[in-house]
T-cell receptor, first 115, second 110 residues
Framework: NAGVMQNPRHLVRRRGQEARLRCSPM?????VYWYRQLPEEGLKFMVY????????ESGMPKERFSAEFPKEGPSILRIQQVVRGDSAAYFC?????????????FGSGTRLTVV | DAKTTQPPSMDCAEGRAANLPCNHS???????VYWYRQIHSQGPQYIIH???NNETNEMASLIITEDRKSSTLILPHATLRDTAVYYC???????????FGAGTQVVVTP
């Protein structure tokens, strides 16, 4: 049973380009979460999605950032017109449906570097 | 979700037990205590959770005081690979966002 898969592991983008980060949740998990960790800082929640629905996007920057979790395929975190301040590690996590008490499973992250 | 307080850092000798405290004095009756850790540059890893009874799994033990205002995560025989930041999180439900604080940086030394 594969864990949460994120790709790419490392991504380098020039300022102004777009970054697409992909996350495939664990089999059977219907909830996906994205977190960002800036250098030398803690983990910050960005967005929580279920299939085809955004449940909580209270941590998403208001501009340039978007997320989706389509009916088929991985969840995508999209950053348009990247700036140097977007350089960070982006982690995805997944969890089963409501009512299951186990903790989340996190992926290994995507390290985004904006040059 | 209730706020938690953890010491910023602690050292532990390899092979000894590591006892990580967490205060959650405002915890409510239906809130669980969860522990995660993040080894450098990796994604956070779920360790254990509990409501009021002590819990044990292959990774650690969780001791929750009777009044539930604090808890202790115990790594019974710390190894160098246990060096990580450990996070104590209190929450009602198992889904929805996790609020990570600063955690405790644990360094296991030979």
């Amino acid at each position: 049973n594969a864990g949460v898969m994120q790709n790419p592991r490392h991504l380098v983008r020039r300022r102004g380009q777009e970054a697409r980060l992909r996350c495939s949740p664990m089999k059977g998990h219907s909830h996906v979460y994205w977190y960002r960790q800036l250098p030398e800082e803690g983990l910050k929640f960005m967005v929580y999605l279920q299939k085809e629905n955004i449940i909580d996007e209270s941590g998403m920057p208001k501009e340039r950032f978007s997320a989706e979790f389509p009916k088929e395929g991985p969840s995508i975190l999209r950053i348009q017109q990247v700036v140097r301040g977007d350089s960070a590690a982006y982690f995805c996590a997944s969890s089963p449906e409501e009512g299951v008490r186990d903790g989340y499973t996190f992926g290994s992250g995507t390290r985004l570097t904006v040059v | 979700d209730a706020k938690t307080t953890q010491p910023p850092s602690m050292d532990c000798a390899e092979g000894r037990a590591a006892n990580l405290p967490c205060n959650h004095s405002t915890i409510s009756g239906n809130e669980y205590v969860y522990w995660y850790r993040q080894i450098h540059s990796q994604g956070p890893q779920y360790i254990i959770h509990g409501l009021k009874n002590n819990e044990t799994n292959e990774m650690a033990s969780l001791i929750i005081t009777e009044d539930r205002k604090s808890s202790t995560l115990i790594l019974p025989h710390a190894t160098l690979r246990d060096t990580a930041v450990y996070y104590c999180i209190v929450r009602v439900v198992s889904w929805g966002k996790l609020q990570f604080g600063a955690g405790t940086q644990v360094v296991v030394t030979p």
